[in-house]
Nanobody, 124 residues
Framework: QVQLVESGGGLVQAGGSLRLSCAASGRSFSRYAMGWFRQAPGKEREFVSSINWSGANTYYADSVKGRFTISRDSVKNTVYLQMNSLKPEDTAVYSC?????????????????WGQGTQVSVSS
């Protein structure tokens, strides 16, 4: 069982930056692939980024590529999402997700554990 707790959300002006953190409880964190997803009001939840168990493979949605960076710290059992050049359309609840496995996972159906989410609001 893995519990995930996100933090770092908030209100920022367009062009600003935020760093989201997702702290995982439990052992064997290094065996888990991690992902970030977001859901804007009135829209379906969408994939943002993922990182595999070793940190060697990362993937990004086209809408955030070049602006967001995902990383993980296996000592701290934490995954990060550095978000730069934020746009109003990035406004959403951001949730991290986890699953055990060696592959890359890009869809929400592939993840087993979810955090409660953190709100990111970007003003124009």
């Amino acid at each position: 069982q893995v519990q995930l707790v996100e933090s770092g959300g908030g209100l920022v002006q367009a062009g600003g930056s935020l760093r989201l953190s997702c702290a995982a409880s439990g052992r064997s964190f290094s065996r888990y692939a991690m992902g970030w997803f977001r859901q804007a009001p009135g829209k379906e939840r969408e994939f943002v980024s993922s990182i595999n168990w070793s940190g060697a493979n990362t993937y990004y949605a086209d809408s955030v590529k070049g602006r967001f960076t995902i990383s993980r710290d296996s000592v701290k059992n934490t995954v990060y999402l550095q978000m730069n050049s934020l746009k109003p359309e990035d406004t959403a609840v951001y949730s991290c997700a986890a699953r055990m496995g060696l592959r890359d996972y890009l869809t929400q159906d592939e993840y087993d554990y979810w955090g409660q989410g953190t709100q990111v609001s970007v003003s124009s």
